[in-house]
């Protein structure tokens, strides 16, 4: 292990979509990052027995860091975006801990990973403390902190109404629409 005291920044940054399929025929839902904005929702397609259907996209980054003391590259290529949580659901495990943190100004963040393959292997605990070691050096922590949580603990995927970190100005020359709508 190194002793450096990792002064982390972005690299190999790519701004895209989170795309959201599900496939009808075993009901698994499965994401995946693209740059390619030429994608159509709806759109329907076979893999082999699956029948996948493509319900959502949402605007979105990627990222990798690296130290610019040791040069030390984090590759987060299991990775597809940021999250926030909006409070949809009082009995998700997120909005437990952000009950739980708001009071010592802690924010809760949530690492979104590719599905279904994050399911069974998350985003290690370690590469969560190494973002949420990024967005505090970048910020007053006398102020408030951020905590980096993986997105397992959504209580209902297909309920909730949190959204992806992007810039609203990315892709489109209107701000984000008043109401907040689930995922599906």
Known sequence: ???CQHHWVMTNVKYGFVIFEKCYHCKELRTYFTEDDSLLLGDEYREGEHFYNRLES??????DLICTRCNRLE???DLIGLFYCTSCMPNCQVEKLQQQYAPHKTWIMVA???LPDAKKNPIPQAK???LSDYFNQRRDTTRSR??????ELIAD????KGGFIHDVGLLTKEGPSEERKPLF
Request: hydrophobic content about 55%; aromatic content about 18%; glycine content about 4%.
């Open 1 to 3: 292990m190194s002793d």
């Open 58 to 63: 949402a605007q979105s980054f990627t990222f």
């Open 75 to 77: 590759t987060f290529n």
């Open 112 to 114: 979104f990973g590719v």
């Open 128 to 130: 969560l403390d190494i």
């Open 146 to 151: 951020i905590k980096i949580v993986s997105f």
């Open 157 to 160: 995927l297909a309920r909730c």
